[in-house]
């Protein structure tokens, strides 16, 4: 039987414009959802985002726009979607890094860190969940990291972030553990744990390892898996967006506070 549970369903991706976010945007859309799209980008971007989501069978999408540094904007664009329609899923997967050891990284970059990847989540979250409860079926999938499981060295910031979301995402799954019940969904808050995962987010992280072996791009990737993810290879962000749509349908309903890697072993060392 085809379980047609999240056609018609809205579901608000943040930072879906690319990589991971425009990926499960692109799967929700295959399961039928309404897709608001969000993220920086310039025209062109924006566009194919949408087009990208509408093509894989979304029921509708449309690009709300919100630079996440900004509260203010952030409210006004929870509006703006929840006008368009109720959020059912919220997908908080926009995120920024920078590496730089501690001392070196200066309140500027831990600011702007720590509003993307943190603030900016429990701000669409705290206008969100309320109504998910009244409707007795909500999600919250939260793209946290490895980094918010364990650390690394030069990425203070980022790890604080990523700890921060997935503390986050506990407390709410505990607040919200008893809102609606099995045939309605409940509502649950779960992250996502990725390792390295083939985006733009992780180039830099790419060029200087490349850089500094003095070989191809190939061997600067190799080195970065070598030192962290036992698999030795990289996440599709296609892959990111299977265990997001799984974690929305109704069969997930009791699987909440949870915070799953997708790292290829990076964690159980
Ligand atoms: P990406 O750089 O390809 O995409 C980031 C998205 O966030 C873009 O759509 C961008 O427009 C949006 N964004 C950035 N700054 C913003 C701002 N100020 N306001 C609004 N939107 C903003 O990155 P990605 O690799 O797809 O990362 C997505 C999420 O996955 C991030 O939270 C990242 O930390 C996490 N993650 C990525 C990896 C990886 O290896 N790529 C690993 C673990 C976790």
């Not at 608001?36 to 029921?59: E, I, M, S, W």
């Not at 290879?233 to 506070?257: F, K, Q, Y």
Request: one cysteine or more.
């Amino acid at each position: 039987m085809v379980d047609r549970f999240l056609k018609g369903k809205t579901a608000l991706v943040t930072g879906s414009t690319q990589g991971i976010g425009l990926a499960i945007a692109k799967a929700l859309g295959e399961a039928g959802c309404r897709v608001a799209v969000h993220g920086l980008g310039d025209a062109d971007t924006v566009n194919l985002a949408v087009a990208a989501v509408q093509d894989a069978g979304a029921a509708e999408a449309r690009h709300f726009d919100a630079d996440f540094l900004d509260p203010v904007a952030i409210e006004a664009m929870m509006g703006e979607v929840s006008n368009w329609g109720a959020v059912d899923i919220l997908i908080n997967n926009a995120g920024i890094q920078k590496t730089a050891p501690l001392a070196d990284a200066g309140p500027e970059t831990w600011n702007a860190i720590l509003a993307v990847n943190l603030t900016a989540a429990f701000h669409t979250m705290r206008l969100a969940l309320p109504a998910m409860r009244a409707r007795g079926y909500g999600r919250v999938v939260n793209i946290a990291s490895v980094h918010g499981l364990v650390a690394s060295r030069d990425k203070a910031p980022y790890v604080a972030s990523k700890h921060g979301l997935v503390g986050l995402s506990k407390t709410a799954a505990m607040e919200y553990a008893d809102a609606g019940d099995r045939g309605s969904g409940g509502v649950t808050v779960n992250c996502i744990c990725p390792g390295w995962t083939q985006t733009d987010l992780i180039e830099p992280q790419v060029q200087a390892r490349t850089q500094q072996l003095g070989g191809g791009r190939d061997a600067g990737v190799a080195d970065l898996l070598r030192e962290k993810q036992p698999s030795l290879r990289m996440s599709d962000p296609s892959e990111i967006g299977v265990l997001a749509v799984w974690l929305c349908h109704r069969h997930a309903h009791n699987m909440t506070g949870t915070a799953i890697p997708i790292d290829g072993g990076w964690t159980a060392q």
